[in-house]
């Protein structure tokens, strides 16, 4: 089992930044990919960004150019800088990974509100 801590999210204007991390626990050694994907309200959810452990990244259309996803493999951490945000940012924000032989583990979410 792999656990899941997200922190970082709240409240900021358009054009502002925020910056997530997840911290990862339990049968860590088997991770692969991590990273972030995020449900607004009515909507299906969706890949924000991934990175695997050799450091391989794979991002939304949408973030392209505004986000950018890192990894602390010492600290099992992910990180996701969010830049020139925008109110269709909004949303709670899921840390994600794929470990062998456990399969897919989701964090309990963060929410993510940009005003305009």
């Known amino acids: 089992q792999v656990q899941l801590v997200e922190s970082g999210g709240g409240l900021v204007q358009a054009g502002g930044s925020l910056r997530l991390s997840c911290a990862a626990s339990?049968?860590?050694?088997?991770?692969?990919?991590m990273g972030w994907y995020r449900q607004a309200p009515g909507k299906q959810r969706e890949l924000v960004a991934v990175?695997?452990?050799?450091?391989?990244?794979n991002y939304g259309d949408s973030v392209k150019g505004r986000f950018t996803i890192s990894r602390d493999n010492a600290k099992n951490t992910v990180f996701l800088q969010m830049n020139s945000l925008k109110p269709e940012d909004t949303a709670v924000y899921y840390c994600?990974?794929?470990?062998?032989?456990?399969?897919?583990?989701w964090g309990q979410g963060t929410q993510v509100t940009v005003s305009s």
């Open positions: 994600y990974c794929a470990a062998l032989s456990v399969g897919a583990s």
């Open positions: 339990g049968s860590i050694f088997r991770i692969n990919v």
């Open positions: 990175i695997t452990s050799g450091g391989s990244t």
